[in-house]
């Protein structure tokens, strides 16, 4: 989160200014976009999960974390579902704008504000509804996972923005993380079906929002403040577009 903190800010005008009204069209993008598509879907699978849980997830949890079919692999899956293809995103991203890409910086951006709303969501629900952790009832932060809100908010934007030549492999990952979630016994099959959810909306629908804005009025100025909470790491980041 420290690292995704830092990369927040970035700087592409010399004028500063904050347009409120996009805080909320980029926060509500989930349902007020076609996004709303994978909430339904999403919620409706994790719902169905947790009436069945005892034939469902409790058999996931025994089978995957007792045999651990993911070895010394899963900490690669720890490591992507800290930020870290994000990241990497939007500093390629960045990079082409610097190289002419009319797309680059806006892809960048698009990025981080889909993982700053979805981590934020997330955490919220984490500390609303205090589900202990498989084993662990002192931990109580177990849904939703936030490995796979911000695993799937990469691959959901990256699906949007370039297609399933792209996607695939993004989403590849993003299931690689949630599964390696629950290998390591640290979620539930709902911990990231709910994760997974959150992510994947916000990715598709920060990116439909600035399609709209992009095919619509002129580009405006602005500086954008999201509130970021994690166990660790609390403060705002700052997207400042232009």
Same mark, same amino acid.
């Given at each position: 989160?420290? +690292?995704?903190t830092? !990369?927040? +800010?970035?700087?592409?005008s010399?004028?500063f200014?904050?347009d409120t009204?996009d805080?909320?069209?980029?926060?509500?993008?989930?349902?007020?976009?076609?996004?709303?598509n994978? +909430?339904?879907v999403?919620?409706a699978?994790t719902?169905g999960?947790?009436?069945?849980?005892?034939?469902i997830?409790?058999y996931?949890?025994k089978?995957?974390?007792?045999?651990k079919?993911?070895?010394? !692999?899963?900490?690669f899956g720890?490591?992507?579902g800290?930020l870290?293809?994000n990241a990497?995103?939007?500093?390629?991203?960045?990079?082409?704008?610097?190289n002419?890409?009319?797309k680059g910086?806006?892809?960048a951006?698009g990025? !981080?504000?889909a993982?700053a709303? @979805? @981590?934020?969501?997330?955490t919220g629900?984490?500390?609303a509804i #205090?589900?202990?952790?498989?084993?662990k009832?002192n931990? #109580?932060?177990?849904?939703p996972?936030?490995?796979a809100?911000? @695993?799937?908010?990469f691959?959901?934007?990256?699906?949007e923005?370039?297609?399933w030549?792209?996607?695939a492999? @993004?989403?590849?990952l993003s299931?690689?993380?949630a599964a390696?979630r629950?290998n390591?016994? #640290?979620h539930?099959?709902h911990d990231v !079906?709910?994760?997974?959810?959150i992510?994947?909306?916000?990715g598709?629908?920060?990116s439909?929002v600035d399609k709209k804005?992009?095919?619509?009025?002129e580009?405006?100025?602005?500086?954008?403040?999201v509130p970021?909470f994690?166990?660790?790491?609390?403060g +705002?980041?700052l997207?400042y577009d232009?």
């Amino acid at each position: 989160m420290k +690292l995704f903190t830092l !990369l927040m +800010l970035t700087f592409s005008s010399t004028t500063f200014a904050w347009d409120t009204s996009d805080l909320k069209t980029e926060a509500l993008s989930p349902v007020t976009t076609s996004a709303r598509n994978v +909430l339904y879907v999403g919620g409706a699978l994790t719902l169905g999960v947790l009436i069945f849980e005892d034939s469902i997830v409790d058999y996931t949890q025994k089978d995957l974390s007792n045999d651990k079919p993911l070895g010394s !692999l899963s900490k690669f899956g720890d490591l992507a579902g800290q930020l870290v293809p994000n990241a990497l995103y939007a500093i390629g991203m960045s990079l082409a704008g610097v190289n002419g890409d009319p797309k680059g910086y806006t892809r960048a951006i698009g990025m !981080l504000k889909a993982s700053a709303y @979805a @981590a934020t969501l997330t955490t919220g629900l984490k500390y609303a509804i #205090r589900e202990p952790r498989p084993g662990k009832t002192n931990e #109580r932060n177990s849904f939703p996972s936030g490995h796979a809100t911000t @695993a799937f908010a990469f691959s959901g934007y990256v699906l949007e923005e370039h297609g399933w030549k792209w996607g695939a492999p @993004a989403l590849v990952l993003s299931s690689f993380v949630a599964a390696s979630r629950i290998n390591d016994n #640290r979620h539930y099959l709902h911990d990231v !079906l709910a994760g997974a959810t959150i992510g994947m909306a916000y990715g598709i629908g920060i990116s439909k929002v600035d399609k709209k804005k992009a095919d619509g009025a002129e580009e405006k100025e602005a500086l954008t403040i999201v509130p970021i909470f994690d166990w660790d790491t609390k403060g +705002l980041a700052l997207i400042y577009d232009f």
